[in-house]
């Protein structure tokens, strides 16, 4: 089955740098569009940015873009998230998800989204 593996996640300054990684298994990873989502306690799952199945097309939550990057390496079949500039409203559980469906550029709807790994926590001090 698909499995997601997030890392990286810890403490960090306002301003700082993080850059989490998602390891995927149980299939063809380079066939599959991968995006990162964060949540807050209480709330709805939030976009944050998504990569196409190429690696070749990223788009972002207004917010983070400019200050994070997402790629992926397809022989590690891991994707990352490069997160610079970090602000406490950063401050949240960090999500990969994976969708069913091969060979598309993902989109910014949890709910399109099929496998999800269980979160690395990332927190801002001001």
């Not at 403490?11 to 599959?32: E, I, N, P």
């Not at 994070?68 to 409203?89: C, G, W």
């Amino acid at each position: 089955q698909v499995q997601l593996v997030e890392s990286g996640g810890g403490l960090v300054q306002a301003g700082g740098s993080l850059k989490l990684s998602c390891v995927a298994s149980g299939r063809t990873f380079s066939h599959y569009a991968m995006a990162w989502f964060r949540q807050l306690p209480g709330k709805e799952r939030d976009f944050v940015g998504a990569i196409n199945w190429t690696g070749g097309t990223t788009f972002y939550k207004d917010s983070v873009r400019g200050r994070f990057t997402i790629s992926r390496d397809d022989a590690k079949n891991t994707v990352y998230l490069q997160m610079d500039s970090l602000k406490p409203e950063d401050t949240a559980v960090y999500f990969c998800a994976s969708q069913s469906r091969e060979f598309t550029y993902g989109t910014s709807w949890a709910e399109d989204y099929d496998y999800w790994g269980l979160g690395t926590q990332v927190t801002v001090s001001s």
